[in-house]
């Protein structure tokens, strides 16, 4: 609620700001008391693009009830008596303005330039010409760094389910995804669930769950580090001495 209890040395008030043609434009303003009905105006211009000689204004309260019109541009914005909270609503009667047609708000209303690919391909010093003309002189530094099935050949003879053995460290688990992993980089990847916690996640990366396992157990690593066959779980106490 504005109130009216206005303090001796404050000469400027924050008014809400509105617009006739911009129905998502709102903002908080400062203005001073002793300003004009017309410096007001020209303050407006710079944040709403109507010009001073087609704008009108109007004062609304704090519960939207309309106060006045700031109808002569000569008058200080005190004399209407505004108060912190208050609304300033911007008329534009400029019907070719800038802001009418709603163009500024809605862009699928503005025209959008287009070139046919035929002309655009004859015309120099386009960026697909600098691309064509950086290809043909190193072409290597375009080719695809790692493809889409990429270790897919290594990914044959493993199958979720298989006991597995990876590198480095030897660690030992269960095969519990094979494939391309979206969250990853291109290519195949393998998701183990290792038998001890020496993982560093529980079957989701990156927000995209692969498979489930306990905390700390799960990691997704590429075929080549990976080795199926008979790895059975080791037993914790094999290698202490007696």
Known sequence: MATRLQIE???SVLLRVTHSNLKTFSASLRFSLQSTVESVKEKLWRKCGTSVNSMTLELYDDTNSKICDLADNSRPLGFYSPLDGFRLHVIDLDPSSVTSGGWLEDTSLVEKYTISEENYQKRSGTFRKFKEKLVSQNPSAFE???TDNYMEDLCANIKVG???????????GVVK???PAESLAPGFWVGVQYDEPLGKHDGMVKGVRYFDCPPLHGAMVRPDKVKVGDYPERDPFEEEEI
């Open 162 to 172: 298989d006991r597995c053995e990876v590198e480095p460290g030897e660690k030992r």
């Open 177 to 179: 995804f094979v494939g």
């Open 9 to 11: 040395d404050d000469d």
């Open 144 to 146: 695809p760094k790692i």
